[in-house]
């Protein structure tokens, strides 16, 4: 009796491969472009449609750069409150992490200042050559 194949024969294995590559590679590409269409569409809502400046009286291009500036600054305005918000939310966290720490018994390891080391060895050659000099100055006074 002749021995029989496996089902996946690697002329197989090979095609299925390469459909797999293929469809991954569709899905990535409509990944990215529903991605871009939400960014188009969220870039519109937030900043408004693009206006016509090249064909624009100056009463239109006052009222135009009124209304860039009124949304910069209503938008400068929101950014300040929220960063204002994300600075009270870490001080609460950080404030939470420590009650947890000390319900715990744990204690947090506090950051020590950076010592420069050359510092601390000038400061200790500074010493021996004060020890030296006052050592040969008391032998010179002896003789």
Same mark, same amino acid.
């Given at each position: %009796? *002749?021995?029989?194949?496996?089902?996946?024969?690697?002329?197989?294995?090979?095609?299925?491969? #390469? /459909? /797999?590559?293929?469809?991954? *590679?569709?899905?990535?590409?409509?990944?990215?472009?529903?991605?871009?269409?939400?960014?188009?569409?969220?870039?519109?809502?937030?900043?408004?449609?693009?206006?016509?400046?090249?064909?624009?009286?100056? +009463?239109?291009?006052?009222?135009?750069?009124?209304?860039?500036?009124?949304?910069?600054?209503?938008?400068?305005?929101?950014?300040?409150?929220?960063?204002?918000?994300?600075?009270?939310? +870490?001080?609460?966290?950080?404030?939470?992490? %420590?009650?947890?720490? +000390?319900?715990?018994?744990?204690?947090?390891?506090? #950051?020590?200042?950076?010592?420069?080391?050359?510092?601390?060895?000038?400061?200790?050659?500074?010493?021996?050559?004060?020890? =030296?000099? =006052? *050592?040969?100055?008391?032998? *010179?006074?002896?003789?």
């Amino acid at each position: %009796m *002749a021995k029989k194949k496996g089902f996946m024969t690697p002329e197989r294995k090979k095609k299925l491969r #390469t /459909l /797999l590559r293929k469809k991954a *590679a569709e899905e990535l590409k409509k990944e990215q472009e529903r991605k871009a269409a939400e960014r188009q569409r969220v870039i519109s809502e937030r900043c408004g449609s693009k206006k016509d400046i090249e064909n624009a009286s100056d +009463d239109d291009l006052k009222k135009i750069v009124k209304e860039y500036f009124d949304k910069w600054y209503n938008l400068e305005g929101e950014m300040f409150f929220l960063q204002r918000e994300v600075i009270l939310r +870490d001080l609460q966290i950080n404030e939470l992490n %420590m009650s947890v720490s +000390d319900m715990k018994g744990k204690f947090i390891k506090p #950051t020590l200042k950076k010592v420069s080391k050359y510092e601390n060895k000038f400061a200790k050659l500074q010493e021996k050559a004060a020890k =030296f000099a =006052f *050592a040969n100055q008391l032998k *010179a006074k002896d003789k």
